[in-house]
């Protein structure tokens, strides 16, 4: 797990596959991808937000951490969006934040 000091910067990517091709390959959800981020008490501090396309299939995001921020695993959710269907991952990934 990546560690992240507080009030830095932290960088969130994701990787985006139609696993109904073989082999399974990246593909744009036509209505995006947003992340849902939580604290280490669970209190969701990021809810849906819109994730930045970079290339086919891979999308970022960047969250401003404070210097106040409560130190532990910050567990993250990703959904992607596509046509009237939408493809909720549960705890996909997560980072430390720890003391600067």
């Given at each position: 797990?990546?560690?992240v000091r507080a009030?830095?910067?932290v960088y969130i990517e994701v990787s985006v596959k139609d696993l109904l091709q073989q082999p399974p390959a990246l593909f744009d959800p036509s209505g995006g991808v947003q992340v849902t981020l939580k604290d280490p008490s669970g209190a969701i501090i990021v809810s849906n937000g819109?994730?930045?396309k970079q290339s086919v299939g891979v999308y970022t995001y960047r969250h401003q951490s404070g210097i106040n921020d409560s130190?532990?695993?910050w567990p993250m959710e990703f959904q992607a969006i596509h046509g009237s269907a939408t493809h909720l991952s549960m705890e996909l990934g997560a980072f430390e934040l720890v003391a600067k």
């Open positions: 797990m990546e560690q009030g830095s910067e819109s994730m930045s130190l532990g695993t």
